[in-house]
T-cell receptor, first 111, second 116 residues
Framework: GQQVMQIPQYQHVQEGEDFTTYCNSS?????IQWYKQRPGGHPVFLIQ?????EVKKQKRLTFQFGEAKKNSSLHITATQTTDVGTYFC???????????FGTGTLLAVQP | DAGVTQSPTHLIKTRGQHVTLRCSPI?????VSWYQQVLGQGPQFIFQ???????GRGNFPDRFSARQFPNYSSELNVNALLLGDSALYLC???????????????FGPGTRLTVL
């Protein structure tokens, strides 16, 4: 079945450093969504990418969708302690209504 | 406006028992999806309902079932509970049509189920 992997599993950074998480799917995706889940919380939608090669920015966050629509990345510039949490990518492959979540990257930010 | 609500917040059951989890979507949202999140993993899709009909099903055994009511609220039922069913059960609602592929999912706070 379709699998979505993320690397790294865990990243610890000093506040102010940059952070990147990578998302790779075993199959071509229709689109990619990114969610953030704070410790003890629930996933919160960040953004959606649909087009091949698409790049979107939200303040310090930059999201990219690969040309082949099988991978994506999230880059955070100058991390802050409020960025702490697990970042998940999620995508749809094929005609099903199954939203497949990635394995997640846990970001820890040291002040 | 109220977000997605779920009840109960926490639940402790023993093996073999049955459980019913409830979800109320955001007002105006007709699509409800259920996910299981085991500690340290990403949410796994269980079901999606739109206009009271099942529109998607994940790879879960028949012990898992769900339904959606005319007011778009939903229930997830799990029979013959196993230890491995211990997890956070998340409900998400979305606007738009039944093809949730391009719709933002709004998640509820979840129900933490512990099976002893």
């Amino acid at each position: 079945g379709q699998q979505v992997m993320q690397i790294p599993q865990y990243q610890h950074v000093q506040e102010g450093e940059d952070f990147t998480t990578y998302c790779n799917s075993s199959t071509t995706l229709s689109n990619i969504q990114w969610y953030k889940q704070r410790p003890g919380g629930h996933p919160v939608f960040l953004i959606q990418l649909v087009k091949s090669g698409e790049v979107k920015k939200q303040k310090r966050l930059t999201f990219q969708f690969g040309e082949a629509k099988k991978n994506s990345s999230l880059h955070i510039t100058a991390t802050q302690t409020t960025d702490v949490g697990t970042y998940f990518c999620a995508g749809y492959g094929g005609a099903t209504n199954k939203l497949i979540f990635g394995t997640g990257t846990l970001l820890a930010v040291q002040p | 406006d109220a977000g997605v609500t779920q009840s109960p917040t926490h639940l402790i059951k023993t093996r073999g028992q049955h459980v019913t989890l409830r979800c109320s979507p955001i007002s105006g949202h007709k699509s409800v999806s259920w996910y299981q999140q085991v500690l340290g993993q990403g949410p796994q899709f269980i079901f999606q309902y739109y206009e009271k009909e099942e529109r998607g099903r994940g790879n879960f055994p028949d012990r898992f079932s769900a339904r959606q009511f005319p007011n778009y609220s939903s229930e997830l039922n799990v029979n013959a509970l196993l230890l491995g069913d211990s997890a956070l059960y998340l409900c998400a609602s979305s606007s738009g049509g039944y093809r949730v592929a391009y719709n933002e999912q709004f998640f509820g706070p979840g129900t933490r189920l512990t099976v002893l």
